[in-house]
């Protein structure tokens, strides 16, 4: 059987960990499973006080390549200057320590303590991210050319990120827990 894909692999691990790390810290959360379709980009459905409303959680884990920052996601392209990028109520990313991460196989060695978790409300979130891209699409490439937003790895400094880091009480105070 061939191994899996770093996207696929990494992306199930994040969600995994953080439904894990939900109700872990009390708040009732559930994969949306197949139903992803009908929830505007959300990975975790958790439980509020309201029968009738829910929180919608996005999870985008990879692995921060600069050092001191985090990881937040892949541009789409020139559409992300535009419209939001994140649809959900709150984003967790999840940032994997790059030596595990890069290894792309993982025996059972892949813990908690190999991954760092912000948790992010979703206007929070989308500013930092526009922020960011707009920083990053604006430095000059070495060779003065501009860069592509296509698939270009958007980072976020460690310190603007801190009081997002396990931030699980943000999302515990919208839940029902």
Known sequence: MPGLRKSNSHGKIGEAAVYAKCWMHGIPAYFTGGLRNNFAGSDLIVET???RAKLWVQVKTG???LKDHVYL???AGDRDLDVPKFESDFVVFVNLDTHPALK???AGELGFEHLSFYIVPAEDA???YLRELVHWHNKPKR???VRKLGNMAVHISASEMARY?????LLKARSAA
């Open 49 to 51: 006080k309201s029968q």
């Open 63 to 65: 692995a921060p390549i």
């Open 73 to 75: 996601t892949q541009c």
């Open 104 to 106: 792309h196989t993982h």
């Open 126 to 128: 989308n500013s930092l």
């Open 143 to 145: 060779d003065g050319g």
């Open 165 to 169: 880091r396990d931030a699980w009480s």
